[in-house]
């Protein structure tokens, strides 16, 4: 799906997340999200809060998932996604606490295997994801399953790729401060999501958005794996769709 800009694609996901929780809460249901971080989820953010505030959307029915995050660090870290999701998301919006998940940073590392495995057996318990929001790394990551990650691949802690690294620097006050592990949801966890919408914005990402959509699937390009899944679509903007 192409739309003229980031904001007009945003606008257009965040549509149908609203329609999703209303279709969920007249069913007396609750829905199921996956979230993603980064840059390219923000307009959908800032406009599911506009929704919130401007049109009564009522976010008490929503459970949420991240997908991943840095490790080890600390929740409340300028980098740390469980800050920016609160940040950007949860602390504008009526979601019960409890309802939304987000890997934490600061497990000891003894304990991140159990640690992982209940993170998906919480989102089985929740019934499993109705909606997985990604966005795609320059590499063609999704969540932090960097290229290689195994197609039956679970929760899980992970070493971050160089480029990946490269990439988030921005964030981090230098190159040496940008963890090298994260723990994030495998493509397994991300496959049992009942649909799945990858967003990408940007010139910089129509390579990959390319390769990707139109490449053979491969582990060597993780977001490419998603074209095995039954229902799954690209959210792009005209700039990222340029090398299609
Ligand atoms: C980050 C996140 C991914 C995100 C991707 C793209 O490292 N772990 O979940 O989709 O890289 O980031 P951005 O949206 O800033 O381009």
Request: hydrophobic share 35%; glycine share 6%.
């Amino acid at each position: 799906e192409i739309h003229p800009s980031a904001k007009e694609g945003s606008k257009a996901v965040a549509q149908e997340i609203a329609t999703l929780i209303r279709e969920k809460q007249a069913a007396k249901q609750n829905c199921v999200l996956g979230m993603a971080t980064g840059s390219t989820p923000k307009y959908l953010y800032a406009e599911l809060v506009r929704l919130h505030k401007e049109e009564g959307l009522s976010f008490k029915n929503v459970v949420t998932f991240n997908l991943d995050e840095y490790y080890p660090i600390e929740p409340d870290a300028l980098q740390s996604y469980n800050r920016f999701m609160k940040e950007q998301l949860f602390n504008h919006i009526d979601i019960p606490e409890g309802n939304y998940h987000i890997p934490d940073g600061t497990v000891p590392k003894e304990k991140i295997k159990q640690y992982c495995e209940d993170y998906e057996k919480r989102i089985e318990a929740a019934g499993g994801m109705d909606l997985q929001i990604l966005g795609i790394g320059n590499n063609g990551h999704i969540g932090f399953n960097e290229p290689g990650a195994n197609i039956n691949s679970h929760t899980r802690l992970v070493t971050l790729d160089n480029s990946t690294r490269l990439a988030n620097a921005y964030e981090f006050p230098n190159m040496s401060q940008v963890p090298r592990l994260a723990i994030t949801m495998g493509i397994s966890s991300i496959f049992k999501a009942k649909s799945v919408i990858l967003m990408a914005w940007g010139s910089h990402k129509a390579k990959i958005v390319r390769r990707s959509v139109e490449g053979h699937s491969t582990d060597q390009v993780p977001a490419s794996l998603l074209q095995q899944h039954p229902n799954c679509k690209f959210v792009i903007d005209e700039q990222a769709s340029q090398e299609l």
